[in-house]
């Protein structure tokens, strides 16, 4: 039985609770990117220092 049986979808309250919804779910994958990104931007900074540390004990 939920709103999608139902007959009555055009309604504007039933309308704007669609809406709210994926908005919300919208929300949420972009926080999964968000932090996503974050975790690789933190792995290349690592990844930076060890080359970096390499370079600098082969010049010495």
Do not use: W
Not at 1 to 30: F, H, N, W
Not at 40 to 51: F, P
Request: aromatic content about 6%; charged content about 25%; overall charge positive.
């Amino acid at each position: 039985m939920g709103y999608a049986g139902s007959k009555v979808d055009k309604t504007e309250p039933l309308a704007l609770c669609k809406e709210r919804r994926k908005v919300i779910k919208q929300a949420i994958d972009s926080r999964y990117n968000l932090a996503a990104a974050h975790v690789s931007y933190i792995n290349s900074l690592k990844n930076i220092g060890v080359a970096l540390r390499r370079f600098a004990a082969a010049e010495v």
